[in-house]
């Protein structure tokens, strides 16, 4: 007999059968509680594995193994595991065998083993009529590593608040009660067993799953890290999509296609990036011997997801042996190797614009997103009182309620791809300048204190604009106050001249183009000015006293730009004054009572990280939030990614390659060339 990885289940302790049941079997009886609890889980969960097919259930032999305390806060044990498992062998209850020494660090994923045991027909008779208690999981989030095993969650605090969602969360889907429509049982697409729902598939094969009648929800991260993977999995993601249209929530049919996302990775993709996603994702011109749409989808996501080019093609030539849901195969049958290599080319020809984030294993971080957007929805519906199961990127919902969740999931959407994008409402701070009434002898004078200064409003410029970039439409600026020269006159009376309307200066920077920061006003209300034209102040005012504003333009990615466009990536850095700074366009005035109120707004912090990072010398552009994950792993990894590769050196004309007597430009074969570099 032959084993091959997948067709077993780990190790857990979410099966028991009661106490009194382990007397009927004749086996010795472990000596503490805890011996006789493994025992009761390792026959528990034979005896489910047994009713769902007859899968294997695997574990270790190997101490290494087991010195990492995977099963914590649980009785298992290397001796009593093992002890259990070679006892009810060698009584016929179980069968098994063991797997070499390192036989689970393979090089062929396929061939990756671990020791395993199942149920023998004389346990399964022997056991008859017994129930088996289900105990979920002590916390709903589960930790893999590297190779898929589990690991300990570690005691912090971000982990704790991640544990309180999930409980939450599974507290909310605890009032909703899944069950099957009663036509599609009876019309033979489902039947039930002593543990498990049996579903038929379209390919007309039977699959199962431990069906509940309340949900229960699991979050799943991998390679020891809350940044990647964290999708959230229940009994339901296991069962065909065909059947979940045939389940009912709380007495409702739910939809028969439920509400999802469309290219929702790639869309995510183009939101690091500044850029929306145009036109169909899965329309690849120029992609010679595909014949469907679907095997081209296929061949996106497995790019995206995969860790090279190479691993792509070879993903894609394997899939040419399966089928889909459908009968189709799901990759070409002719299609060649070099064929392969010339559609994934045509594919970053298609989405140019985030052309780096393919084979870079993007899929595992953009699986936390969505599990974020996931919860987001789920939440909303618990607060409008909607049943509502994730499916990853897809809902399952009472087809009435079906409205609701899709603009639901169109508000996610957008919220994340501003988060993701950078984009979002910036407010700019506008100070209001209150100015003295006029003074005593001149038009409109009256006695200070004689009339007060209440402080207005201050008006605030609302801009939507990427954070830490410039806005792609400025606020139109408008005519400010500003008081005339000074008169000087006695020192207890501060005499001005009439103010002056002229036009408000522009201050560019990092944050676009606003409008300057000062606005005047004055106490006498006989002194006005009707229009800027026939304003005539009494003492001039000359543009020479006014210092010029430096002008920088910054270019900010536009985010209706096509993905069929190239886009340059903004600069890292913006060496441009704080906007938020007094303007030099007004001088500084001598003040005889309080100095002006001002008021300033809270504006938009950018996201801090970094923008651009260095892969094998090529420059990674992108948001702050995908790239920081990676360039943590490459520092592990040994690698410098905030370092610019080395430029080579360029030569003038004519200059000769050291120990060569023949003028640069000309290349001999078999010589590598080299360059000496002389002075002048």
């Not at 990492?68 to 009785?75: A, G, I, L, M, S």
């Not at 889907?173 to 033979?188: E, F, L, T």
């Not at 992108?622 to 905030?642: K, M």
């Amino acid at each position: 007999m032959r084993f091959s990885q997948g067709d077993d289940a780990p190790l857990s302790f979410a099966h028991h059968v009661p106490e009194a049941a382990l007397a009927r079997l004749g086996i010795p009886l472990g000596r503490t509680r805890d011996d006789r609890a493994v025992q009761r889980a390792i026959i528990g969960q034979a005896l489910v594995r047994h009713d769902g097919g007859g899968g294997r259930i695997s574990y270790s032999r190997s101490g290494e193994w087991w010195r990492q305390d995977r099963y914590e806060d649980t009785p298992f044990g290397r001796a009593r595991v093992l002890g259990t498992v070679d006892t009810l062998t060698k009584m016929g209850l179980l069968n098994g065998f063991r797997a070499k020494r390192g036989a689970h660090l393979a090089e062929e994923k396929a061939d990756r083993l671990q020791s395993a045991f199942w149920a023998t027909e004389s346990l399964v008779q022997a056991m008859s009529g017994e129930a088996v208690e289900h105990r979920r999981p002590r916390v709903p989030v589960l930790l893999r590593d590297e190779n898929g095993d589990p690991v300990a969650l570690p005691k912090t605090q971000k982990v704790q608040r991640i544990i309180r969602t999930m409980e939450r969360r599974n507290e909310e889907r605890a009032g909703i009660h899944v069950s099957v429509d009663p036509k599609a049982v009876a019309q033979g697409r489902w039947r039930f067993s002593n543990h498990h729902w049996w579903a038929l598939t379209d390919a007309g094969e039977w699959t199962c799953v431990r069906g509940e009648e309340h949900p229960y929800m699991v979050q799943m991260f991998a390679r020891r890290s809350f940044d990647l993977h964290g999708r959230m999995y229940g009994f339901w993601t296991g069962l065909p999509g065909v059947r979940r249209s045939e389940l009912l929530l709380n007495g409702e049919r739910v939809c028969e296609e439920e509400p999802d996302w469309s290219c929702l990775h790639l869309d995510l993709a183009y939101a690091m990036c500044g850029l929306r996603l145009d036109g169909d994702a899965y329309e690849v011109p120029g992609a010679e011997g595909v014949v469907s749409r679907a095997q081209l989808k296929g061949a996106v996501n497995t790019y995206i997801n995969a860790a090279d080019p190479v691993a792509t093609a070879r993903s894609l030539m394997l899939k040419r042996f399966e089928r889909d849901k459908k009968g189709r195969r799901k990759w070409p049958l002719s299609m060649t190797w070099d064929g392969t290599k010339a559609v994934i080319a045509r594919i970053e020809e298609r989405h140019e614009g985030i052309r780096h984030m393919f084979g870079s294993d993007a899929g595992v971080r953009l699986m936390r997103i969505d599990c974020e957007m996931a919860g987001q929805v789920m939440d909303a519906c618990a607060k409008a009182s909607v049943p509502c199961l994730p499916v990853h990127d897809s809902f399952s919902v009472p087809a009435q309620h079906k409205g609701f969740v899709e603009g639901v999931m169109d508000e996610v959407l957008d919220r994340t791809r501003d988060r993701l994008s950078g984009s979002g409402s910036t407010v700019y701070p506008v100070a209001r300048l209150h100015c003295a009434g006029a003074a005593s002898g001149l038009p409109g004078a009256e006695p200070l204190g004689a009339s007060s200064v209440e402080p207005e409003t201050a008006p605030v410029v609302e801009v939507a604009g990427l954070a830490g970039e410039a806005p792609s439409a400025p606020p139109v600026s408008s005519p400010v106050l500003v008081p005339a020269t000074l008169v000087e006159g006695p020192p207890a009376v501060l005499a001005v001249s009439p103010p002056v309307l002229v036009p408000e200066p522009l201050i560019e920077g990092p944050w676009g183009v606003a409008a300057g920061s000062y606005a005047g006003s004055t106490t006498d209300p006989r002194v006005s000015t009707p229009s800027l034209v026939d304003a005539s102040p009494d003492a001039s005012w000359t543009l020479q006293d006014v210092a010029p504003v430096p002008r920088v333009i910054v270019s900010a990615p536009d985010l209706q730009a096509s993905s069929r466009e190239p886009r340059t990536a903004p600069p890292a850095s913006y060496p441009f004054p704080d906007p938020r700074g007094s303007s030099i366009a007004v001088p500084d005035l001598a003040w005889t009572s309080e100095p002006p109120v001002t008021r300033t707004a809270s504006a938009f912090s950018p996201v801090r990280g970094p923008h651009v990072i260095y892969v094998d010398g090529r420059p990674v552009k992108g948001s702050p939030f995908y790239l920081r994950p990676l360039a943590d792993e490459l520092q592990a990894q040994g690698h410098e990614p905030f370092t610019p590769p080395l430029r080579e050196p360029i030569l003038a004309p004519g200059l000769a390659r050291a120990g060569s007597d023949f003028p640069l430009g000309r290349v001999v074969a078999g010589q590598a060339p080299a360059y000496t570099v002389g002075t002048c």
